[in-house]
């Protein structure tokens, strides 16, 4: 157990569907992030909540919005989307603090399948 | 941001000590240095943070040198479950939520 929950592990859904990945931090941290890791490419920063405010949103295409209703909690929200987004979400957490940052903790992940 | 490179890939056996390199030559004053260990289908964990010299945990040493251009991850004697991708991050303190991986370091440990 990670300290940092994210659901579904796994999803496979068609381009006109609308789905919602979850995740969960049990670690007090005040920072959350997405992650999208595809095959053979670095992982890529999506979005950035410090504090429940969204302070970093990378270029991401519309059909990706995320909502962060408390600092536990962050969800992905998915809709229209194309097979090039099958990938690997990934959702972290950190203790962000004028000294720095110690570190993210990450989940496990969801493998997306775009059909 | 501070650009790193690191070797795309590196054999071991198990029992070796690995020492991985990462190159981050526009390191910024403010910059933390990061390490995360990654296996398939699995979000990073994190292994080691320093800023300058050295620093050692549990599972690894963090070298880095006065001109903090570079850092060495060391693994000391590692087993056929420390085969993984290896990541070096460089933070910049002041702009803390601002961490990009790079293509990693594939580790494979042979028997």
């Known amino acids: 157990e990670t300290g940092v929950t994210q659901t579904p592990r796994h999803l496979v859904m068609g381009m006109t569907n609308k789905k919602s990945l979850k995740c969960e931090q049990h670690?007090?941290?005040?920072?959350m992030y997405w992650y999208k890791q595809s095959a053979k490419k670095p992982l890529e920063l999506m979005f950035v909540y410090n504090f429940k405010e969204q302070t970093e949103n990378n270029s991401v295409p519309s059909r990706f919005s995320p909502e962060c209703p408390n600092s536990s909690h962050l969800f992905l929200h998915l809709h229209t989307l194309q097979p090039e987004d099958s990938a690997l979400y990934l959702c972290a957490s950190s203790q962000a603090s004028s000294t720095g940052v110690y570190g993210y903790t990450f989940g496990s992940g969801t493998r997306l399948t775009v059909v | 941001l501070a650009k790193t490179t690191q070797p795309i890939s590196m054999d071991s056996y198990e029992g070796q000590e690995v020492n991985i390199t990462c190159s981050h030559n526009?390191?910024?004053?403010?910059?933390?240095i990061t390490w995360y260990q990654q296996f398939p289908s699995q979000g990073p964990r994190f292994i080691i943070q320093?800023?300058?010299t050295k620093v050692t945990n549990e599972v690894a040493s963090l070298f880095i040198p006065a001109d903090r251009k570079s850092s060495t991850l060391s693994l000391p004697r590692v087993s056929l479950s420390d085969t993984a991708v290896y990541y070096c991050?460089?933070?910049?303190?002041?702009?803390?939520?601002?961490?990009?991986f790079g293509s990693g370091t594939k580790l494979n440990v042979k028997p």
């Open positions: 526009n390191i910024a004053t403010n910059d933390y």
């Open positions: 670690l007090g941290h005040n920072a």
């Open positions: 320093g800023y300058k």
């Open positions: 991050l460089v933070g910049d303190q002041n702009n803390f939520n601002k961490f990009y």
